[in-house]
C-alpha cells in the first residue's frame, strides 16, 4: 500500500507541482487549500505524514498543528515556510511539527525528510544502532553512563520510556515532539561520547544537509529550552567544530 500525505497549501501552482511530484514519487496525495480542509480531511481519514504550509488564509498550519496535537494526533507533519528566522522556526516546533522546509526548497529535499520522518514512524528507531561511520557497528552507547534495557534508556538524570515515548528529567515529565525524542534518545543512548553533526543528520534525518544547514542547532536549542532548570547543570553541550554530547557537569 503506498503511504499517505496530505498536504496543505494555499498557492495553487505550489500546490500542484508539489502533488504530482509526490505522485510520482509512489504517495498518494491528497491536496487541500487551506488549514480548515486540512483539519477536516485529517479527521475523516487519517494520513501517515501532513505536509503544511505555515501561511494560510483562516487557520494556518501552526494552528493545524496545534489542534492535532492537543486531540492527542501524533501522525509526523512536515511544515512548508517561508519564514527563515529562527525564532520562526522554533514557533513552528513548539506547535509540534516534526521538521520543516524552508522555501523556495528542492523537492529532493522534502522527499528526503518525508522518508527519514516515515522511517520514524516505529516506536523505537533512532539509535537503535551505533553511529555511523567507523567500525560500521562503532560503540553505540558510553556504558558506564547510559542504562538500557528494551523498554528504557536512562543517563545523566533523563529517563526514557521507549515503549510509551515519554521522558522525565529527575520528577519533571518533558513534552516533546517525535524529533525531539528521537535526538534526544540518540544522545541518551551516546552519554558521553561526542556525536558528529554528520552522524547526527544521518542517525535523525537519514540525510546529510551540509554545513550551511541550522536545522540540527534548532532542535538542539529547543530541546535543551525543554532539559534545562535553574541551577541544574546543563546536559547537551556543544563541541565547537565537532558537534554535541550529553553529560551531566
Known amino acids: 500500500m503506498p503511504q499517505t500525505v496530505l498536504l496543505a497549501e494555499d498557492d495553487r501552482a505550489i500546490r500542484h507541482a508539489l502533488e504530482r511530484a509526490l505522485s510520482l514519487e509512489g504517495y498518494e496525495v491528497t491536496a487541500v487549500a487551506d488549514g480548515v480542509e486540512a483539519l477536516a480531511q485529517a479527521h475523516r481519514t ?10 494560510m488564509p483562516g487557520i494556518d498550519g501552526l494552528q493545524v498543528c496545534r489542534v492535532l496535537r492537543a486531540e492527542g494526533d501524533r501522525t509526523p507533519i ?25 522555501k523556495p526548497f528542492d523537492v529532493e529535499e522534502v522527499f528526503a525528510r518525508l522518508r527519514a520522518l ?25 556504558r558506564a553512563d547510559p ?11 533523563l529517563r ?39 552522524t547526527i ?3 535523525i534525518w537519514g ?22 532548570e535553574p541551577g541544574a547543570p546543563q546536559l547537551i553541550h556543544t563541541v565547537r567544530g565537532v558537534g554535541y554530547v550529553l553529560r551531566e557537569d
Do not use: C
Request: hydrophobic share 40%.
Open 118 to 142: 516515515l522511517r520514524r514512524t516505529s516506536p523505537v528507531t533512532a539509535g537503535a544502532a551505533g553511529p555511523a561511520g567507523g567500525n560500521g557497528g562503532a560503540p553505540e552507547v558510553s
Open 207 to 228: 540525510y546529510d544537509f551540509g554545513p550551511g544547514s541550522k536545522n540540527l542547532a534548532v532542535y538542539v536549542g529547543y530541546l535543551r529550552r525543554k532539559l534545562d
Open 147 to 157: 542504562q538500557i534495557s528494551d523498554r528504557q534508556v536512562e543517563a545523566a538524570g
Open 201 to 203: 543528520y544521518d542517525r
Open 78 to 102: 512536515l511544515m512548508l515556510t517561508a519564514l527563515v528566522e529562527t525564532a520562526d522556526r522554533i514557533a513552528g516546533l513548539d506547535a509540534g511539527a516534526d521538521d520543516y522546509v524552508v
Open 160 to 198: 526514557m520510556d521507549l515503549q510509551a515515548r515519554r521522558v522525565w528529567r529527575g520528577s519533571r515529565e518533558l513534552e516533546l515532539t517525535r524529533t525531539e525524542f528521537e535526538l534526544l534518545e540518540l544522545l541518551v543512548r551516546n552519554a558521553g561520547i561526542v556525536l558528529d553533526h554528520s
Open 46 to 55: 487519517p494520513p501517515d505524514v501532513l505536509v503544511l504550509d505555515v501561511m
